[in-house]
């Protein structure tokens, strides 16, 4: 079974900070780059953070040094730790893998930002 995943948001206060997970199956998830993606209401799909098979990390302009990405290889499951959240990062947050047409999107997950 193909599938993704994705956990962890909710809502938080300007400065707060979230962790998300999202699961993947196998064959998605085995030796592959992984991406975190978001979309706002109204605005295009954005790739935020990519992590290699082997953990080499880059991420957009919007959340360098406030973003993590991570993955355990074991758990095929990547995460993203986002701290000192802003507005602007209220979106719904999905993975898959990026650079290549992408595998059917998961639900996603809800982050809202806001006091």
């Known amino acids: 079974q193909v599938q993704l995943v994705e956990s962890g948001g909710g809502l938080v206060q300007p400065g707060g900070s979230l962790r998300l997970s999202c699961a993947a199956s196998?064959?998605?998830?085995?030796?592959?780059?992984m991406g975190w993606y978001r979309q706002a209401p109204g605005m295009q799909r954005e790739l935020v953070a990519v992590?290699?098979?082997?953990?080499?990390?880059n991420y957009a302009d919007s959340v360098k040094g406030r973003f993590t990405i991570s993955r355990d290889n074991a758990k095929n499951t990547v995460y993203l730790q986002m701290n000192s959240l802003k507005p602007d990062d209220a979106a719904r947050y999905y993975c898959?893998?990026?650079?290549?047409?992408?595998?059917?999107w998961g639900q996603g997950t809800q982050v809202t930002v806001s006091s």
């Open positions: 898959n893998v990026p650079y290549t047409s992408p595998y059917s």
């Open positions: 196998d064959r998605i998830f085995s030796g592959n780059v």
């Open positions: 992590i290699t098979s082997i953990g080499i990390t």
